[in-house]
T-cell receptor, first 114, second 116 residues
């Protein structure tokens, strides 16, 4: 079956602009995760969705970041007023359950803020 | 603190040889999972192998195996008969509950080069 897909694969934007990153999880996976991968800094957890439940936003790095998941499926990560430090690869993953189930990752979105 | 340490930023191995990547972690849990993920240049993160902490037997997946030492909180990955396609970043990770969040805690990764 289809894996996790993300769009766009690359995004170049100017400082101060808003961007939306999209994630389509594997069908039937109730858990969805967003991570940020910066060069030399490993993976940083951003947010977790379980089904339709409201997420805990404490992992988001600033109030410029927001995320939603519609219908327990597709998720959108929005960054408002982008800054150069937001440049990174944004990875989305989904899993059937927790904690031993595999997190399946998408190919990521590389965001470059000029 | 919940941390994962990968002490080898870079490793190299000759094709067909064996290499071991190290990982140590810190958790107060008694039962947990541990994962090794691989990220090739294509960026797609792929699960290599998983270990359940309550299982004493080391996990094995074809050419990949782990040396899990629970008391030492060590979880190393052994790659046997290395192939050119094994060249990638390898990350050690484990899942934690943090309030209402569920997330993987990651090491900084080991970049593995495979020499022909």
């Amino acid at each position: 079956g289809a894996g996790v897909s993300q769009s766009p694969s690359n995004k170049v934007t100017e400082k101060g602009k808003d961007v939306e990153l999209r994630c389509d999880p594997i069908s039937g996976h109730t858990a969805l995760y967003w991570y940020r991968q910066s060069l030399g800094q490993g993976l940083e957890f951003l947010i977790y969705f379980q089904g339709n439940s409201a997420p805990d936003k404490s992992g988001l790095p600033s109030d410029r970041f927001s995320a939603e998941r519609t219908g327990g499926s597709v998720s959108t990560l929005t960054i408002q007023r982008t800054q150069q430090e937001d440049s990174a690869v944004y990875l989305c993953a989904s899993s059937l359950g927790w904690p031993g189930d595999t997190q399946y990752f998408g190919p990521g979105t590389r965001l470059t803020v000029l | 603190a919940q941390t994962v340490t990968q002490s080898q930023p870079e490793m190299s191995v000759q094709e067909a040889e064996t290499v071991t990547l190290s990982c140590t972690y810190d958790t107060s849990e008694s039962d947990y999972y541990l994962f090794w993920y691989k990220q090739p240049p294509s960026r797609q993160m792929i699960l290599v192998i998983r270990q359940e902490a309550y299982k004493q037997q080391n996990a094995t997946e074809n050419r990949f195996s782990v040396n899990f030492q629970k008391a030492a909180k060590s979880f190393s990955l052994k790659i046997s008969d290395s192939q050119l396609g094994d060249a990638a970043m390898y990350f050690c990770a484990y899942p934690v509950n943090a309030g209402n969040n569920r997330k993987l805690i990651w090491g900084l990764g080991t970049s593995l080069a495979v020499n022909p």
